[in-house]
């Protein structure tokens, strides 16, 4: 059973810069997805960027050149979501997951978050203007 856990969220200023972790376990499989995804009040769960154990990733076109995912280098299982130049729009709780099954072979991850089947907790994002 894999387990994901989030950490680094907190509190910034607008055009501040966080650094998120996601510590996955349990993910005994050649391929995977890891994904990013945040939910803010009265709002619907985005995808906000992915990436493949093999490398690849995928972004929302509203981070895009602002987030960054990456995979430790040091511990393949260690992945990580830099945000700069926040916004106020990016204040959410944000979650890291994972789409892992053993029939599935992934060669890139998408977005959409029913195919990503475990969640972490989740870790609160917010910037003030």
């Known amino acids: 059973q894999a387990q994901l856990e989030e950490s680094g969220g907190g509190a910034v200023q607008a055009g501040g810069s966080l650094r998120l972790s996601c510590q996955a376990s349990?993910?005994?499989?050649?391929?995977?997805?890891i994904g990013w995804f945040r939910q803010g009040p009265g709002k619907k769960r985005e995808a906000v960027a992915a990436?493949?154990?093999?490398?690849?990733?995928?972004y929302a076109d509203s981070v895009k050149g602002r987030f960054t995912i990456s995979q430790d280098n040091a511990d393949a299982s260690l992945y990580y979501l830099q945000m700069n130049s926040l916004e106020p729009e990016d204040t959410s709780m944000y979650y890291c997951?994972?789409?892992?099954?053993?029939?599935?072979?992934?060669?890139?991850?998408?977005?959409?978050?029913?195919?990503?089947?475990?969640w972490g907790q989740g870790t609160q994002v917010t910037v003030s203007a």
């Open positions: 997951a994972a789409a892992a099954r053993p029939e599935v072979r992934y060669h890139q991850c998408g977005t959409s978050s029913e195919v990503y089947n475990y």
């Open positions: 349990g993910l005994s499989y050649s391929t995977y997805c």
């Open positions: 990436i493949l154990n093999l490398g690849g990733t995928t």
